[in-house]
């Protein structure tokens, strides 16, 4: 499967993004997509994944962030709101057979990353 994340953009503290994955082929709605981010000079993070309806969170990111998949549109999409500095970083998304995990060396399909840019 091919991934394409989009939605990144230049946003104020407080504000809100809409991060959308979209995926090629048939099987998608069998993959858990997770969202990663890798900030500068750090390792890549997971931040959300999601397998059927309910999403997992990282901490950080919990009340503020919310994942959800249209398995029609073959689409993941990760709501960013209340963000912070912080949260700035290259986002990726990623699939996987199987459960949601966290550890980014489980994941065999990436998207090419979009970036998240907070400004305080």
């Known amino acids: 499967v091919q991934l394409q994340a989009s939605g990144g953009g230049l946003v104020q503290a407080g504000g809100s993004l809409r991060l959308s994955c979209a995926a090629s082929g048939r099987t998608f709605s069998m993959l858990s997509v997770a969202w990663f981010r890798q900030a500068l000079g750090k390792e890549r993070e997971f931040v959300a994944g999601?397998?059927?309806?309910?999403?997992s969170y990282a901490d950080s990111v919990k009340d503020r962030f919310t994942i959800s998949r249209d398995n029609a549109k073959n689409t993941v999409h990760l709501q960013m709101n209340s963000l912070k500095p912080e949260d700035t970083a290259v986002y990726y998304c990623?699939?996987?057979?199987?459960?949601?995990?966290?550890?980014?060396?489980?994941?065999?399909?990436w998207g090419q990353g979009t970036q998240v840019t907070v400004s305080s």
């Open positions: 999601i397998r059927w309806s309910d999403g």
């Open positions: 990623a699939g996987r057979r199987g459960a949601v995990v966290r550890g980014p060396a489980d994941f065999g399909s």
